[in-house]
């Protein structure tokens, strides 16, 4: 796999998507939450780091998606029945390879 590359896991439900990655977007957690998210999906938002809860908010923005799942090398999404892959998958994909490149960038600076 290359640098931020991206390979794309086609769920037998054609409502869900994943998302998976070379390098970690998050630390070692799990973070579940549906749109409308509700009071505690912000809160356990908040104990995120900057980089994982900012794709989380960047992925909810995007018309159509109903849940987002997040691991360490994980995004899975799931759409409502409505929506259009093609439109979720590309805007996606830009926002979790700009994830991955700022995660790298925060890490170099630290070092």
Avoid: C
């Avoid at 995004?75 to 259009?84: E, G, L, M, Q, Y």
């Amino acid at each position: 796999m290359a640098e931020h590359e991206v390979t794309i896991y086609r769920h037998p439900n054609p409502e869900i998507r994943s998302f998976l990655t070379r390098e970690p977007l998050s630390p070692p957690t799990l973070w579940v939450g549906r749109r409308p998210f509700k009071s505690e999906d912000i809160a356990r938002l908040k104990r995120l780091d900057l980089v994982a809860a900012q794709l989380i908010r960047n992925l909810a923005d995007i018309p159509g998606i109903e849940e987002i799942r997040l691991k360490p090398k994980e995004i899975r999404v799931k759409k409502i029945p409505d929506a259009s892959w093609e439109q979720i998958e590309a805007r996606a994909l830009q926002d979790i390879r700009g994830a991955l490149r700022r995660r790298k960038l925060h890490l170099v600076s630290r070092g």
